[in-house]
């Protein structure tokens, strides 16, 4: 695990004009007061269940946090529906469409917090796109530009699990998979649990590659749940100013 | 059929150097997309996935221009006209997607949608058109005419303040069309017929979410000059075919039916409409 150095962050100021850079140019993470934490991994790497116990963690200790998901605005909800039902979707307007999506939360919520200076989670982030768009066919160069807006996050967790562990844990809790969730639309198999395997492996493939260029912090996603929280908190109170966030006791008796 | 440059070329100048500041080169083992002439000519930049060029036998023609410069009048005279002359016509045109058409008619209406956003509905229902209409008809050999392209959606989002680069790197996997007629005219005009159609000037039209000018007029007037000046950007290096909007329907006409002619080899170029459409040969 590599030790970033601690971001010098501005302070929350008041300007007639955005200080940000325009759409279509990368927010660095110095740009912005807040901070954003992200969680990465195929499905089943644990990151979820561990993103949520970090945000109880900092609830609990009364910090000012927004958690957001991938995929979760109504914007393109019947959009998405109706792309999947109909099996519209193709790889490239799949991914514009999420794209889309995470542009309508990065404008309206992501960005406008982290310039309120809160602590944003992320389950899932741009990195998800990369990997998964990339599986489907898409250029990483494409990709790459389509996102630029982002933020770039302040820490990237990377839950890395074994494809065989991370496959059992969705394929026994699932009834069935969804077409596009198994990759179908990619032709790799006409059995769902397989073609589902062959796509995490490609994915899996497109994260291990983004590990040293995008500043992924690599946790082992084998380990016992309260194991592996204990690194991540530890890591969370290292690299960002958690005080910041902290409540403020204004009342003292 | 006459081949636009095959250069690759971006589809807007920009001359941003790539900032420091970049998330992430893009992985190293990138291959440039376009190694071959065939891709070259057909995208502006990246193939769009899974597509052999060379399956294309039909012709894409664009017809681009603000509110008001006559397109889709023209558009439907020359299906008109082609279908006599025996071609297969497709048309395609923005929000005609059945993947988010109607969500983006939702969002406009709402007005609660940022430009990004925005932005990036548009490149969906554009591309959604490419995959489902506008190739499957050019590789059955059939023209399409393209109500508005890649160019208003560049132009639109540059005068929002979306990086030009951007827009560029997002439109790539497009087609390059095979030509790009440009109608232009000044916005004055545009407005007095846009008013006339419809006894309103839209939200949209006058590019309200701007905030150029409480004045309605005003505020289309600077819009669609801005836009114009972004399409002016473009035309060079895109190879549009500059036609003078202001001139009488049939005038205009003549001239999309003698370059559309020279390009699909049909000699005689002589029309008039049928009685359908006698009433927009004004």
């Not at chain 1, 796509?199 to 084998?222: C, H, P, W």
């Not at chain 1, 749940?225 to 006791?249: S, T």
Request: glycine share 6%.
């Amino acid at each position: 695990m590599e030790a970033q150095e601690t971001v010098q962050k501005p302070q929350r100021t008041e300007t007639t004009k955005s200080t940000l850079p325009q759409p279509g140019r990368p927010i660095p993470s110095r740009a912005y007061p807040g901070a954003l934490i992200v969680v990465e991994g195929t499905d089943g790497s644990g990151k979820s269940t561990q993103l949520y116990l970090l945000k109880r963690w900092l609830e609990i200790g009364g910090y000012r946090l927004h958690f957001t998901e991938w995929n979760s605005s109504p914007l393109v909800k019947s959009a998405t529906r109706r792309g999947k039902q109909r099996r519209l979707l193709t790889p490239v307007t799949f991914s514009l469409l999420h794209a889309a999506d995470f542009a309508d939360r990065c404008e309206r919520q992501i960005m406008p917090l982290l310039q309120g200076d809160y602590l944003v989670l992320a389950d899932r982030y741009i990195y998800t796109a990369f990997a998964r768009d990339a599986a489907r066919g898409c250029p990483p160069r494409w990709l790459r530009n389509l996102y630029r807006f982002a933020p770039v996050p302040d820490i990237t967790f990377y839950f890395r699990a074994p494809l065989e562990v991370a496959v059992d844990r969705i394929l026994s809790g699932r009834p069935r998979l969804k077409y596009y969730e198994a990759g179908m639309d990619l032709g790799l198999s006409f059995d769902r649990a397989e073609s589902f395997k062959l796509f995490q492996a490609r994915i899996l493939e497109e994260y291990d590659k983004m590990v040293e260029s995008d500043n992924f912090v690599v946790l082992d996603g084998t380990l016992p749940v309260n194991k592996l929280q204990k690194q991540m908190r530890a890591i969370v109170a290292e690299k960002i100013d958690l005080n910041r966030f902290a409540p403020r006791l204004e009342v003292a008796e | 059929m006459s081949a636009p440059e095959s250069e690759k070329q971006p589809i807007a100048p920009e001359p941003a150097p790539v900032s420091a500041t970049t998330p992430a080169p893009a992985p190293a083992a990138h291959k440039p997309a376009a190694s071959d002439d065939g891709v070259a000519q057909t995208f502006f930049g990246e193939p769009l996935v899974g597509f052999d060029p060379s399956e294309i036998t039909g012709s894409l023609v664009v017809l681009e221009g603000m509110d008001g410069s006559g397109r889709s009048t023209q558009i439907a005279l020359l299906q008109e006209w082609l279908e006599s002359e025996g071609f297969a016509v497709q048309t395609s045109g923005l929000r005609r997607s059945n993947l988010v058409g109607k969500d983006i008619d939702e969002l406009l209406a709402k007005n609660a949608v940022t430009r990004l956003t925005l932005g990036l509905m548009y490149a969906t229902d554009f591309f959604d058109q490419v995959e489902h209409r506008i190739l499957p008809a050019l590789r059955s050999g059939t023209v399409v005419l393209a109500d508005r392209y890649i160019f208003t959606l560049i132009a639109r989002g540059v005068v929002r303040g979306i990086n030009r680069d951007y827009l560029s790197g997002l439109y790539a996997m497009a087609l390059r069309p095979h030509l790009t007629f440009w109608l232009n005219v000044r916005p004055e005009t545009a407005f007095a017929r846009e008013f006339k159609k419809a006894q309103a000037i839209s939200y949209w039209e006058a590019g309200r979410d701007m905030s150029l000018s409480h004045d309605l007029y005003w505020s289309f007037i600077r819009y669609q000059t801005m836009i114009q000046r972004e399409f002016e950007v473009m035309a060079k290096r895109n190879n549009f075919i500059e036609l003078d909007g202001e001139a009488s329907v049939p005038a205009v006409n003549k001239q999309l039916r003698q370059k559309i002619g020279e390009s699909l080899g049909i000699r005689a170029t002589k029309y008039s409409p049928s009685a359908a459409l006698q009433h927009l040969w004004r």
